[in-house]
């Protein structure tokens, strides 16, 4: 699938699109499209030109390429695999706080945690799946409201995965080490019971307790990759990232969920997106943007 328009490639290929120390040109625009979206899945069309530029002038001048048309050669050569995959770190948009669109807790602690908690406290299994998780705090935001109903979830059946295609990303969320500024939206009372003050490198940083990291795994995932999983989701967060994905892929994204869901499982999306395609009538939507699965062939909508 070609992502920039075919017809303005051929015409003029060289035409610059974002100048700077590198220029830009359409026909390198094009080539980083298409990798970033073979690679992720992630839609760049010539409106983001300055971004791509932004993102990834940085990188060019510490590989010492002399411009975008080398660092191009170099990405999709075997020998830039490294490169590649640091191309696709500057690509992606990380922003992310703790409790971010805040009705999703809301919802998960008032509708589905009750529910959850009498099984894994009956010896059932829970599962919650952070599928694009950034550098932890929404996949620590789920801990902390699991750990508010229940303080002793880690002794039970009871996991959390976050994942991210960002290995970079990864790391600071296992770390769970966040400036104070980061820590706005946490309640005083969460602040002081699960989180301790440290010093790194002589900075103040505010520590996730072992006892919240305890119930969630980390793990590098791509989203458009085989995914590893033998068990369903009691819950799927996926969050502002199928917003970046064309809509052939946010259909094929929305039906893989619906995959891993059991009926009456929860899928929490981003403020701008809305589920898609086929599984649009496999879910119920129950509040802002917050989905229950009906089932594979669907059903009465409450």
Known sequence: ??????TDFRQSPDEVLASGEYPLARRDLAEIAAMIYADAGIYLNETKASLVY???SKHIRSLGLPGFRAYCELVASPAGAHARREMLSHLTTNFTRFFRENHHFDHLRTEVLPGLINRARSGGRVRIWSAACSDGQEPYSIALTVLSMMPNAADYDFKILATDIDPKI??????GAYDEAALETVSPAMRKQWFHEVDIQGRSKFQVDDRVKKLITFNELN??????????FDVIFCRNVVIYFDEPTQVKIWSRFSGLLP???HLYIGHSERVSGEAKNQFDNTGITTYRYLGRHGGRKA
């Open 1 to 6: 699938m070609s992502l920039m328009g075919a």
């Open 223 to 232: 989203l458009m990759a085989q995914w590893p999983f033998k068990g369903n």
């Open 263 to 265: 009926e009456g499982g």
């Open 170 to 175: 990864l790391a600071i969320a296992r770390a």
């Open 54 to 56: 932004s993102r990834l």
